[in-house]
């Protein structure tokens, strides 16, 4: 179950993920940094390595995934994101 006209309405060249996409700081979609962010309802739409790669509840976790749910997997904290992030030298 795809719907297909909120797709291709929205693509565009996707450039690499940026090093907060794969910390899981930023969505993988739209790039929103959830450090910034007020009050974000990220979700685990895939993984790199041991880290989790998170985009919106939505349109964004639909798009990386076919469901809006995302992967059925709670994201770690923002705390938590935020130091592997710095962990990793970035
Ligand atoms: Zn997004």
Known sequence: MYSQDSISGRRRDRPE????????L???ICGTDYRNAPDPEAVVV???DDGQLLACHG?????????????DETPLPLDERIRRHRADGF
Do not use: I, K, W
């Not at 993920?17 to 899981?24: D, I, R």
């Not at 349109?59 to 992967?71: E, H, K, P, Y």
């Open 17 to 24: 993920p940026t090093a907060e996409m794969l910390s899981g």
């Open 46 to 48: 895939s993984h790199r």
């Open 59 to 71: 349109t964004c976790a639909r798009m990386a995934t076919g469901s809006v749910d995302g992967l």
């Open 26 to 28: 930023a969505c993988l």
